[in-house]
Each structure stands twice: as structure tokens, then as C-alpha cells.
């Protein structure tokens, strides 16, 4: 029924049709992307689908996948959360010397601040008979309610964190997709 399509898949056929299959689903397209004729391309794929191998590269390329869709998921959560916990008080202390409240300058911000900012105005004034000098900055925040918009919006309010899938793929996001090709080649062995 295959016609020897299927021995002429090749171990890069099969983290071809791992990738695409995981991609999308579709199995037919996935053995249309390795090269199999149309006719010949469900049976093809039903059989490469039956292979165990073939199931562990698939469910690693989803997990990793999915890894990548959650640490974006987790840097936009981060991000509207410092805009919408990020108050104009933030960017002031009392100095110790002075005892006087003083703005922190934008070097000394930490990242939550950093994100929080919208537009950032900066003049220096010098006094020509002392030389010294007067910094201004005028600060202008993000609208936190878009922020918690979104983050109502697509569910970022309830990410579950610390649990052993959430640790694996911390570990897979990192990965590039040449290290989950390696992979997926030992898998196929």
C-alpha cells in the first residue's frame, strides 16, 4: 500500500515528520512534508505513527513547544505586572545625607521600574556663577489598566508556577531546536 515509501524515510524524514506532525497535527501534511506522495501519504503516516519512537519525538516537540509558548506567556505576565504594581513613589528615596527625598536616577532602576516606564523628559540646568548643576526629570508611567486587561484578558493571573511539569519545561525552553533535533535523532536511534 505504501509502494516502499515508508523505507525510504529517512531518521531527518522522521524529526521532519516529528516537527510538523507536533506542529499541526495533521499527519497527511506531515508525511506531504517529508516527501511522500499524496497517494501513498496516509498510509505512510498511520504507520509512522504507530512507531514508539516516532510518539516520544512527537510529545518531546509539543512539550518543547508548549515551553515556548509559557515563557512567553510568563514574560508578558511579568511585564504587566510591574506596570500595573509600579507606582510613582517608586522612583523617589530619602537620601541618607540630605534626609531630603530624591529622584532615583534611571541607572540605578531595578527592571520592574524600567518596564514600568512610559516616557522619560530630562533637562540640566547650570548655574553660571557656581557651575553647579540641577537635574529634572519629568516621568510619565504606563496605564496599568491595560495592562490588567490583558492579563484578564488571557488568563496571565493564574499561571501555575513551581509544579514538576512547570520545571521541565523551564529546562526545555531554554533549549534551542538543534538540541531538540539531537534529541529526537537518539530517540530515533
Known sequence: ???GYLER???DDKVIFAREYASHGDAFQAALAVGTPALAAEAVATSLLLDTSIKKAVKLYQRWAE????????TVK???AAIMNTTIKDFYRVDPKTRQVVFIPPNEWTKEQATAVRKLKFSKKVDPFDGSEEHTYQLELADPLPAARLM??????DLEEGTT????????KDMPEEEIQ???RELLG
Open 1 to 3: 500500500m505504501e509502494g
Open 9 to 11: 524515510i529517512t531518521q
Open 67 to 74: 515551553s515556548q509558548r509559557r515563557a512567553t506567556r510568563r
Open 78 to 80: 511579568e511585564r504587566a
Open 152 to 157: 484578564l484578558e488571557y488568563g496571565l493571573e
Open 165 to 172: 511539569q512547570e520545571s521541565e519545561l523551564d529546562r526545555l
Open 182 to 184: 539531537y534529541r529526537i
